[in-house]
């Protein structure tokens, strides 16, 4: 593929996020050569800091997104069949109180102004129950169950709660492992033959008489490769703009709006497996999430953030404004020191014209440019939850320029590991710890979200923990890691511990440190063989 061998290939992707895995899988399975190039690790930008949701986004209703809704929400069970370990059913519980005001521009508020101004700065209860009616009944749900009212002051989801909340609205959306979803579409692209380069920056791309001819880096090493391509897919998420115009170096009026959104992780705040769904007085909401078991999610901020180079952080104002918008609601307050970790991502928002980052679009836009001969995509916005749609919007796109013998496929086909029903998971890990006796309760629910019906090829032949080689802290071992490093494309410590699973909140530094001496020293071997003894 490189100029060496001088081959052609037909679909070159800029990008190992969501959008580019997702599209790169779509165009394999359909035949097409594909090279996807990511620059430093997938999912290392947008696609591992989003809030985790397949959700249709209620409150997108409220700016009438009629269209981005209905497809998230038929979206979140087409997904979940396909991988139900590492996405699942959550309920969210939206607590509700009649003296609630916001600060509120939104198209619905404004309507609600014109009719009833009585109840302006209000989402009424009634309204909110419309919402969810909507909600439930747009997306054609079989799995998930509809929306209930709840009486606060009886039930368990009441208590963490202050007094003053008495009833709640309770209604269904789905988690995802977010930086798992890229991986599994890198791994399942390239079983269907794409190449997938991490590492590996794009420099430039031109036009030259037969399609286009690009230029990478491999930031490790520094080797310089160039690649030919038909057709060229810029799905570069927060670096759209930057690489229209200073690596394909076209003259496109679109642009991006560049969101910033934070999150705070703490310790468990609440007992049980539901999700808040708060409301703050700006009108903006916030999710409070029960995560990795021991640990609650709160997010997220909107914050414009116009410099792509700049590496997104949770400042301290973020933190501040989550956590004095949960403090408005829970009964124990928490603050600073409850805090053990932050994560921030950017999001690659179509430019709407939207006076307000929160009102800024969350639908995707993909536009084709193929003015001065040979092709190319460039993807704007989009959410996880329809990353699947847009690939396949993609594809259509895409056949225009390119010869695509077969039709859309990847609806419910399953990602690696994720061939059982969803509603198996309990029996998956049941059966992992028959097969295993060794393995915790945690170990094996750990290994069953993350792997599926995988994890019994990383466990191998393995009759104890002691076979599993290594134990690097956590329930993370040796035959672990290399499995990681061989099958799942990660190159160190930090991308196994913060995106091939989160297992970062729980080794300590030292911990961390031994790890990323044994990758070094397992790269530096030049070992590219499986250590772990009697593993696959
Ligand atoms: C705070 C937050 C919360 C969110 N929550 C949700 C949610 O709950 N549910 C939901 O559905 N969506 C959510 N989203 C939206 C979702 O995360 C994004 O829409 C999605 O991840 C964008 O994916 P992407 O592939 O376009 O971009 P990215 O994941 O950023 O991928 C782009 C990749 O391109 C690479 N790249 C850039 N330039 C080059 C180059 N020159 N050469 C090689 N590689 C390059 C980058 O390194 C990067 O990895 C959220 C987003 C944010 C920020």
């Known amino acids: 593929m490189s100029s060496g061998d001088g081959s052609v290939t037909d679909l070159f992707i800029i990008g190992g996020g969501i959008n580019g895995c997702g599209i790169a899988r779509d165009a394999a399975g359909r035949g097409l050569s594909v090279v996807v190039a990511e620059m430093n690790d997938l999912a290392s930008a947008t696609s591992s800091a989003s809030t985790k949701l397949f959700h249709g986004g209620l409150r997108y209703l409220e700016y009438f997104e009629f269209r981005l809704v209905r497809e998230a929400l038929i979206e979140r069970e087409i997904l979940l069949e396909a991988m139900p370990h590492i996405s699942w059913p959550m309920r969210f519980i939206l607590?509700?109180?009649?003296?609630?005001?916001?600060?509120?521009?939104?198209?619905?508020?404004?309507?609600?102004?014109?009719?009833?101004?009585?109840?302006?700065?209000?989402?009424?209860?009634?309204?909110?129950?419309?919402?969810?009616?909507?909600?439930?009944?747009?997306?054609?749900?079989?799995?998930?169950?509809?929306?209930?009212?709840?009486?606060?002051?009886?039930?368990?989801?009441?208590?963490?709660?202050?007094?003053?909340?008495?009833?709640?609205?309770?209604?269904?959306?789905?988690?995802?492992?977010?930086?798992?979803?890229?991986?599994?579409?890198?791994?399942?692209?390239?079983?269907?033959?794409?190449?997938?380069?991490?590492?590996?920056?794009?420099?430039?791309?031109?036009?030259?008489?037969?399609?286009?001819?690009?230029?990478?880096?491999?930031?490790?090493?520094?080797?310089?490769?160039?690649?030919?391509?038909?057709?060229?897919?810029?799905?570069?998420?927060?670096?759209?703009?930057?690489?229209?115009?200073?690596?394909?170096?076209?003259?496109?009026?679109?642009?991006?709006?560049?969101?910033?959104?934070?999150?705070?992780?703490?310790?468990?705040?609440?007992?049980?497996?539901?999700?808040?769904?708060?409301?703050?007085?700006?009108?903006?909401?916030?999710?409070?999430?029960?995560?990795?078991?021991?640990?609650?999610?709160?997010?997220?901020?909107?914050?414009?953030?116009?410099?792509?180079?700049?590496?997104?952080?949770?400042?301290?104002?973020?933190?501040?404004?989550?956590?004095?918008?949960?403090?408005?609601?829970?009964?124990?307050?928490?603050?600073?020191?409850?805090?053990?970790?932050?994560?921030?991502?950017?999001?690659?928002?179509?430019?709407?014209?939207?006076?307000?980052?929160?009102?800024?679009?969350?639908?995707?836009?993909?536009?084709?440019?193929?003015?001065?001969?040979?092709?190319?995509?460039?993807?704007?916005?989009?959410?996880?939850?329809?990353y699947r749609r847009l690939a396949e919007t993609a594809l259509e796109k895409i056949s225009e320029h390119l010869s695509v013998s077969s039709g859309p496929w990847t609806a419910g086909v399953p990602l690696p590991g994720g061939d059982f029903p969803v509603d198996q998971v309990d029996r998956q890990i049941e059966d992992l710890k028959k097969s295993y006796p060794f393995l915790t309760d945690f170990w094996a629910h750990r290994l069953i979200r993350a792997y599926g019906t995988e994890a019994h090829g990383i466990l191998g032949e393995a009759t104890s923990a002691a076979d599993l080689g290594r134990d690097f802290g956590a329930t993370l071992t040796e035959a672990e890691v290399n499995w990681l490093i061989s099958h799942e494309f990660a190159h160190t410590a930090e991308d196994i511990l913060w995106r091939r699973s989160k297992l970062g909140l729980r080794l300590t530094q030292a911990e961390s440190d031994v790890l990323n001496e044994w990758i070094s020293a397992r790269h530096q071997s030049g070992s590219g063989r499986e250590k772990a003894r009697r593993t696959i």
């Open 95 to 386: 607590p509700y109180h009649k003296d609630m005001r916001f600060e509120s521009d939104t198209p619905t508020s404004n309507l609600l102004g014109i009719f009833m101004p009585w109840m302006r700065g209000k989402r009424p209860a009634w309204l909110i129950r419309l919402g969810l009616f909507i909600y439930d009944n747009m997306g054609g749900r079989k799995i998930l169950p509809a929306t209930k009212t709840l009486s606060l002051h009886s039930t368990p989801e009441g208590e963490p709660l202050q007094d003053r909340f008495e009833q709640a609205f309770e209604y269904s959306d789905c988690w995802v492992e977010d930086s798992r979803l890229v991986v599994l579409n890198a791994r399942d692209a390239k079983a269907r033959g794409a190449s997938i380069l991490t590492r590996t920056k794009v420099l430039s791309a031109a036009r030259e008489s037969a399609g286009w001819r690009i230029e990478t880096q491999n930031i490790e090493n520094g080797k310089k490769e160039t690649f030919r391509a038909r057709m060229l897919v810029n799905a570069g998420g927060p670096w759209v703009g930057d690489i229209i115009q200073s690596k394909i170096r076209l003259n496109s009026r679109e642009g991006v709006r560049l969101v910033r959104g934070s999150h705070i992780v703490t310790r468990k705040l609440f007992d049980h497996g539901k999700c808040y769904f708060l409301q703050g007085t700006d009108g903006r909401i916030i999710f409070a999430i029960p995560y990795q078991t021991d640990f609650t999610l709160i997010g997220t901020t909107d914050a414009e953030h116009d410099d792509p180079t700049q590496p997104p952080v949770c400042t301290p104002e973020e933190q501040a404004y989550l956590i004095d918008f949960a403090n408005r609601y829970f009964k124990q307050d928490i603050t600073e020191e409850d805090i053990v970790w932050t994560y921030s991502g950017v999001r690659p928002l179509y430019d709407d014209g939207a006076s307000s980052a929160t009102a800024a679009t969350r639908d995707y836009t993909l536009k084709v440019d193929a003015e001065g001969g040979a092709p190319v995509l460039n993807v704007f916005g989009g959410k996880i939850t329809t």
